[in-house]
């Protein structure tokens, strides 16, 4: 079991390229957290730094109380499962499995039992003679995953591991994913592009852009309360719809200016507007799809 904090990170390439910055936040115990982002938000390079693929520029690691920013990924006590599988073509599912075991000399009777508890949870009984050119997609990537549940991390760190699977075949393994991480109660950092894989996934979601953290919060706060325009419009399917208005105040109502139609704010928000001071202002006004419905007819004399 791990508790990562992460303070101030930051990752800068030999040609001034920031990929991470001001990276600060804590992910719990067990907790289940998701990296989502556009292709280079910097999800990855934040992910990798953690398990120790990629130096640190500044800031620090802990896991728990102790920094790692110098610890080697091998001591580090994590399981890694990447896009591409990772599997030795010329191994058996089994050996593809026991093979960290082995390296650490585990008794073969352990190895045995880890294996085969691992394989039976992940469906993967039937498989453990075949080779990896024997399997299909889905069954590689539950190879993987057996893999890294073997080992007994104390930390599971996942790269857009379904990337490469048909639309079906993602949802059930995203189901297989969220039920190994209730199994094994341990910590996962998971990293997608996929904001459906992080809104049903996670307990916390990391929302990423320009190598920055733009929100952290659960899935439903994330979709009610945006903390910006970028989280706006990158959480939801179909997105938010965003729209210049105007801010005005008539007969004790706040209303919003729609181009021939007008919205009466309810109270409590028409308040908190007015404290603001955006009266008279043009401001960005977000409606999720389902939230839209015929505005009531209003008179502007």
């Known amino acids: 079991m791990a508790r990562v904090v992460m303070k101030n990170v930051m990752k800068r390439y030999a040609n001034h390229?920031?990929?991470?910055r001001d990276f600060d936040m804590c992910i719990e115990?067990?907790?289940f957290v998701v990296f989502v982002g556009?292709?280079?938000?910097?999800?990855?390079?934040?992910?990798?730094?953690i398990a120790g693929l990629e130096d640190i520029t500044e800031g620090e690691i802990y896991f728990d109380d102790l920094l790692v920013n110098n610890m080697q990924p091998k001591d580090r006590d994590i399981a890694m499962v990447f896009q591409n599988y990772a599997l030795y073509p010329h191994m058996t599912v089994f050996d593809n499995m026991s093979f960290a075991l082995r390296l650490k000399k585990t008794p073969k009777s352990e190895i045995r039992r880890r294996?085969?508890?691992?394989?039976?949870?992940?469906?993967?009984?039937d498989l453990l003679a075949r080779k990896p050119r024997?399997?299909?997609g889905g069954q590689r990537q539950r190879v993987a995953l057996g893999r890294a549940t073997v080992r007994q991390p104390r930390l599971f760190l996942?790269?857009?591991?379904?990337?490469?699977?048909?639309?079906?075949?993602?949802?059930q393994m995203r189901a297989e994913i969220s039920r190994l991480h209730y199994h094994l109660q341990t910590t996962f950092i998971y990293v997608t592009h996929d904001q459906t894989e992080a809104m049903t996934m996670g307990n916390r979601i990391v929302v990423m852009n320009e190598g920055r953290i733009q929100q952290v919060d659960s899935?439903?706060?994330?979709?009610?309360k945006p903390a910006n325009l970028f989280v706006a419009g990158f959480i939801g399917s179909p997105p938010m719809n965003l729209k210049e208005t105007i801010v005005f105040k008539q007969n004790e109502g706040v209303y919003l200016k729609l181009g021939n139609s007008c919205i009466n704010l309810p109270a409590s928000q028409g308040q908190m507007v007015e404290k603001l001071g955006y009266i008279n202002k043009e401001i960005i006004m977000g409606i999720r799809p389902e939230n839209m419905c015929e505005p009531a007819a209003f008179n502007e004399s």
């Not at 390229?17 to 991470?20: G, I, K, S």
Request: glycine content about 6%.
């Open 158 to 171: 996942m790269d857009e591991p379904l990337s490469n699977l048909d639309a079906k075949l993602r949802v």
């Open 29 to 31: 115990d067990r907790e």
């Open 134 to 136: 024997e399997l299909s």
């Open 219 to 224: 899935p439903q706060r994330l979709y009610e």
């Open 38 to 49: 556009p292709s280079g938000s910097g999800k990855t390079t934040a992910l990798r730094m």
């Open 115 to 125: 294996v085969n508890e691992a394989a039976l949870a992940l469906g993967i009984e």
């Open 17 to 20: 390229v920031v990929a991470v």
